[in-house]
């Protein structure tokens, strides 16, 4: 007797497929929202700079999104394989699944899913995912605690500590290095927004060349975990490696435009610097100003009495002063008698 939809009431829940990492996405729904603020600005542009505040926009959320959200990514190297293969220990049930491996910058996710998926009075769909900030011996008994399909235990257990490949060190590092890197890229296109805002466009650029760096620095740091000695993961007849995947080439993506960019912003802010302020509307502060205070309204009854005053102040401080000199001529004329 069930509950509903095949559930029965006193026991745990059936398992639910993984969809997305909730770090990934809080990431995209807070860009989403700057996104939709600043969109909400632009009606109040006007002239032909409303387009170039849009790009503008666009452009330096995609690249903020991208370096953010590559942290909490799992497909920076991916592999996958569809063989036939022993399901459960102690079990003779041979399954048809496609078993997958997905490398991010926090760890692993190892993925079996059937083809069909409900095979052996089975939903086979699973996705599980060991993390580097962990103990990776301490996840891997708790899976075998779990009893998880002998495809994810056969995986998960080349990268103990234990294993004759030695996977955990060299991914582990690689991994934590280019999150470093990569958080170091986003607080320089921090910082090159703010001075995009301000009268120095040049040194906007250099931070732009700088994020550009940094984001190779990053995938320099992840491409080490080919550094080690080659270990084929086998299920069934089959084996796969890893290679690179989304992740790393969106990287690449993103850094070369960020390189464009940071290049284009430096070369114009030498050759036409005054071109470039007016563009990014800074630096005009001052100039309206001057051209502002050769108009203005005078008071003429203010300025009349004023005036009146002046003169007779000065008129009385050239009567002293004349009457100071007569007076020193004067007695000068005395001594000399």
Not at 6 to 32: E, K, T
Not at 33 to 57: C, N, Q, T
Not at 280 to 307: A, H, M, P, Q, R
Request: aromatic share 14%; net charge negative.
């Amino acid at each position: 007797m069930t509950f509903y939809d095949g559930i029965y009431p006193f026991y745990p829940l059936q398992r639910s497929s993984f969809i997305i990492d909730i770090s990934l996405l809080v990431v995209i729904l807070v860009f989403s929202v700057l996104a939709v603020s600043f969109l909400l600005i632009l009606p109040g542009i006007r002239g032909k700079s409303r387009l170039f505040w849009m790009f503008r926009i666009i452009t330096s959320l995609f690249i903020g999104i991208v370096l953010v959200g590559l942290n909490f990514t799992g497909d920076w190297a991916e592999a996958s394989v569809k063989a036939n293969t022993s399901y459960k220990s102690f079990s003779n049930a041979v399954v048809s699944a496609e078993v997958g491996l997905h490398v991010g910058l926090y760890g692993i996710n190892i993925t079996l899913r059937g083809s069909p998926v409900s095979q052996i009075n089975e939903t086979i769909d699973y996705n599980e995912i060991f993390r580097w900030s962990g103990d990776m011996d301490d996840q891997y008994t708790d899976a075998l605690e779990r009893g998880l399909p002998n495809p994810i235990l056969y995986i998960a257990e080349k990268f103990t500590r234990n294993s004759a490949c030695g996977l955990i060190y060299q991914y582990r590092y690689s991994g934590r290095f280019a999150s470093a890197n990569m958080w170091t890229a986003f607080l320089c296109w921090l910082v090159a927004n703010i001075l995009f805002s301000m009268p120095v466009i040049i040194y906007a650029g250099y931070m732009m060349i700088l994020t550009a760096a940094f984001i190779f620095f990053s995938m320099a740091s992840f491409s080490t975990i080919y550094n080690t000695a080659p270990c084929d993961f086998t299920i069934g007849a089959d084996s796969f490696r890893a290679s690179y995947s989304h992740s790393f080439w969106l990287a690449l993506a993103t850094g070369l435009l960020c390189a464009v960019i940071g290049l284009m912003v430096a070369l114009l802010g030498c050759l036409f610097p005054a071109k470039m302020r007016e563009a990014f509307s800074v630096g005009t502060d001052s100039e309206d100003e001057e051209c502002c205070t050769g108009e203005g309204y005078l008071n003429k009854g203010f300025l009349e009495g004023v005036i009146c005053e002046d003169i007779q102040q000065t008129g009385k401080r050239k009567e002293s002063q004349q009457i100071a000199t007569i007076t020193v001529g004067f007695m000068a004329r005395r001594n000399t008698i």
